[in-house]
């Protein structure tokens, strides 16, 4: 199990406010601009009739043409305060009236809940058997909708798109064997702790797997001169890393996994929990510890895609970790209920990837769903959507955000041509509870 608890000293820093010293900076150029052509105008006008101007020693036409200077400075000044004031005022209207729009007040805290590989239409049908209670309770309060993927059905790939907002091409995760630290910065939890401040907010991420949701360091390992490099080429699983050599050794250098940089910018970064009781537990503990503080939590639901691996998808144990899955996300709103928090929090239940039809793995399965009490969302939507709607609700105006997030926030229409993803999934017979 690994774990991460610390807290940072640095202070946020605001777009707005970045945006206000640009603004300043192009009004000194303008003044700077406007005392040059007022002084070089004098100066013309002064030596068209030096005669005239050394014969008057007094120099009142240079102290008339001081003031004029002066007059010059202030105009200049006012109007460019002006224009940098309008436009700070202009968008800060355009992110109240955002904020206005949406429905219910702006929540203080979010739970976002992964159910690892859990297939959408596996979840349907549980739902059409009333076999997951709390799912559709939450669903009743908000919305239920189907989330499509684009790119690599596997968790890497998976939670680094929905915890950023980002393609791959951005934060370097294509799939579990092809990634990088996702650069500092991007991740919810860091652009969180950057708007609200450190003290203000508390970031936590309580993991049931441990090596593909992760956040360990770059490694540098000794390759062994056994055959492994031509073994792996024959069953074309290629070994993860580049092959270096120093002093006649060879090493292979290992990445570090997507969250290595994230964690230091949270309070807690704990994986490896396994059990959905383990994880379950842990998530209700920290509730109950930080129930008086604003709250962004990731709560990592393992066992579904455990026992997909190992069962397949059309098995008994899978269609029970579904369940499992369910009464530990309503464990989780029963708490923040008795802690008077449910009502000032919104709760996102969502998949990384699904899982093929009948099948032990998960290359092709690309449909999922998203579950919540939040009434904003209209739509179907998209992996990347979800991290600029949990963004949007804490109040961040997503159209400052560096780069521009690939996602769409579920409160408005994606405006983009629908994905194509290949052939829907043949209709399977319903199961029968065992």
């Known amino acids: 199990m690994g774990g991460s608890d610390r807290k940072r000293g640095f202070r946020p820093v ?49 102290g008339k043409e001081q003031t004029m200077l002066k007059r010059i400075i202030v105009v200049v000044a006012v109007l460019s305060l002006a224009v940098a004031g309008g436009s700070c005022a202009e968008e800060s209207k355009t992110t109240a009236a955002k904020a206005q729009s949406l429905k219910g007040p702006v929540p203080r805290n979010v739970i976002l809940i992964g159910w690892d590989g859990a297939q959408r239409d596996h979840v349907n049908e549980c739902l059409a058997r009333k076999e997951l209670p709390n799912l559709k309770k939450l669903s009743e309060e908000g919305t239920y909708v189907e989330i499509d993927i684009e790119g690599t059905t596997d968790t890497k790939a998976g939670w680094a798109q929905i915890l950023t907002g980002y393609y791959p091409r951005v934060t370097g995760v ?34 049931g797997k441990k090596g593909n949701v992760d956040a360990d360091p770059p490694k540098k390992i000794k390759v062994k001169d056994n055959g492994e490099e031509e073994k792996a080429k024959k069953k074309k699983r290629r070994p993860r890393g580049k092959i270096i050599e120093e002093d006649g050794v060879k090493y292979r250098l290992v990445p570090g996994k997507p969250y290595y940089y994230t964690k230091d910018s949270m309070d807690l970064f704990e994986n490896g929990l396994r059990l959905d009781e383990k994880v379950g537990k842990r998530a209700i503990e920290l509730i109950d510890k930080y129930k008086n503080r604003r709250f962004f939590l990731f709560v990592h639901f393992a066992e579904v895609d455990a026992k997909g691996h190992k069962f397949g998808e059309n098995s008994k144990e899978y269609n029970d970790a579904l369940i499992s899955n369910d009464h530990w996300t309503g464990r989780i709103t029963a708490k923040l209920r008795e802690l008077g928090l449910y009502d000032k929090t919104r709760i996102y239940v969502t998949s990384d990837h699904g899982f093929d039809e009948g099948q032990k793995g998960h290359g092709n399965a690309p449909y999922v769903f998203l579950a919540t009490n939040d009434k904003n969302v209209m739509r179907n939507g998209l992996r990347q959507d979800v991290a600029p ?5 804490f109040g961040l105006d997503l159209s400052r955000i560096e780069p521009p997030l690939d996602g769409v926030t579920f409160s408005e229409p994606a405006g983009r041509p629908t994905p194509t993803l290949g052939p829907q999934p043949r209709k399977k017979r319903v199961r029968q509870a065992k």
């Open 14 to 62: 605001e777009k707005g406010c970045i945006k206000v010293v640009r603004k300043i900076k192009l009004f000194r150029i303008l003044c700077r601009f406007s005392s040059e052509v007022a002084i070089n105008g004098i100066t013309e006008r002064v030596y068209k009739d030096s005669s005239s101007f050394y014969r008057n020693k007094s120099q009142p036409q240079f």
């Open 174 to 207: 294509y799939r579990n064997g092809r990634y990088q630290p996702i650069p500092k910065g991007l991740t919810i939890f860091e652009r969180l702790e950057k708007h609200f401040g450190p003290e203000n907010i508390v970031t936590a991420a309580v993991i």
């Open 389 to 393: 709607t949990i963004l949007e609700r």
